[in-house]
């Protein structure tokens, strides 16, 4: 669609980004099928593909511990995924 003008270049990344996030789901969906017995039951606490704290979550995780988490991963995607924004960073860092 980008070669055709009917779609701006700067959706290129954007789409990359939903391909790749489907291609996850799906490599994880294809790992943890290999184990025997694996059955998706949205009603178990730790269902596929899902997070949470306490009760819901498969080592018993606190709200903190949760959160913790989330944070640090998303920041992790975040930064070392789009390296436009370490060029930002640094240009803010040079500028000081």
């Given amino acids: 669609m980008t070669l055709t003008k009917k779609l701006a270049a ?12 489907a291609l996850g ?5 294809v790992i943890a099928s290999g184990q025997a017995g694996f059955a998706i039951d949205p009603t178990a606490a730790g269902a ?3 997070n949470g ?16 988490a989330e944070v640090v991963l998303t920041a992790i995607v975040a930064f070392l995924g789009c390296p436009h924004y370490w060029r930002w960073i ?3 860092a040079i500028a000081q």
């Fill in 90 to 92: 640094v240009r803010l």
């Fill in 53 to 68: 704290f306490g009760a819901f979550s498969p080592g018993g995780y606190s709200m903190m511990a949760a959160f913790i």
């Fill in 48 to 50: 596929f593909a899902t």
């Fill in 25 to 29: 789901v799906f490599f994880i969906y």
């Fill in 10 to 21: 700067e959706f290129l990344g954007t789409m990359w980004l939903v391909l790749g996030g």
